[in-house]
């Protein structure tokens, strides 16, 4: 079954793919070829995709071994390594979609930044991985401090105090992952549709292919299956959708009448 992590990477190779295919065998520039605004931005990109794809490595490792990590000892140590490695790869994951978003011409990037801003995780990253002495609130005008508690760091349970204990929150650090995944993969969704629009402007085949592959992601996006079979060239797909269970009706819940089975002769 698919993870919202493995969404998100399949929609972050699908947009290198994106990319390759409108550069590869052009006799323009790969900042030409992509319409991006000056020749720098064609380094920019190629890093925003390699960040993104990296992140996804540890969130995935992350999700795999939890703070305790895959050794056998308890070693604090490593559960604060992997709590503050975890929340940078948020973090810059964040940063390089939002990056592309940006580089792709996309509309009205400020809007992404204050999503990724009401992210649990993008504020635990703040908070104690980052700014643990002089967090600050928008709209607050004094600084906070935050620090975790070291005997609650455990599995996907992470507890931040404010100061010396005035107040106390417990994050669940699987769940936040989810949310952050979801949203990055809906900021990705929107970059991939964009640059398909940009890119291929006036080649009907090439919008027809990509838009296909687009609304394969979307179908695994929302939960759902595809299997490849057969050989290259007559290659077959099945494709399992999963709905939600229906409630019993009244009338499929009412108690038929006993008939006497018939023997056909």
Known sequence: ?????????????AFRDLVNARVRGKNASPSTALRLNAERDWSFVCVAMDVVGD??????????????????????GERYLRLYGLLC?????????????????????KDIQATFNKL?????????????????????GRKRAFVPVRICLSGFSCTVTENRGDTSRTVKLDDALEAHCRVVTEILDKTYEKSVRTLFKGQTAKIAEF??????????????????????GEQREIRVVFVEPRMPTRSTTMRTKKTRPRTLV
Request: proline share 5%; with cysteine; aromatic share 10%.
């Open 1 to 13: 079954m698919n993870t919202p992590n493995s969404i998100l990477q399949s929609y972050a190779d």
């Open 120 to 140: 649990e995780i993008r504020t635990l990253r703040h908070q104690i991985a980052s700014h643990s002495l002089d967090f600050l609130e928008p709209g607050v």
């Open 211 to 232: 838009s296909k592959k687009l609304a394969d992601l979307r179908f695994l996006r929302d939960g759902n299956l595809i299997f490849h079979i057969g050989e290259k």
């Open 55 to 76: 992140a996804s490595l540890a969130i995935e490792s992350f999700l795999k071994f939890s703070l305790d990590g895959p050794t056998r000892y308890e070693d604090v």
């Open 89 to 109: 790869a948020a973090y810059v994951q964040q940063q390089a979609v939002l990056k592309l978003y940006s580089l792709m011409n996309c509309p009205n990037p």
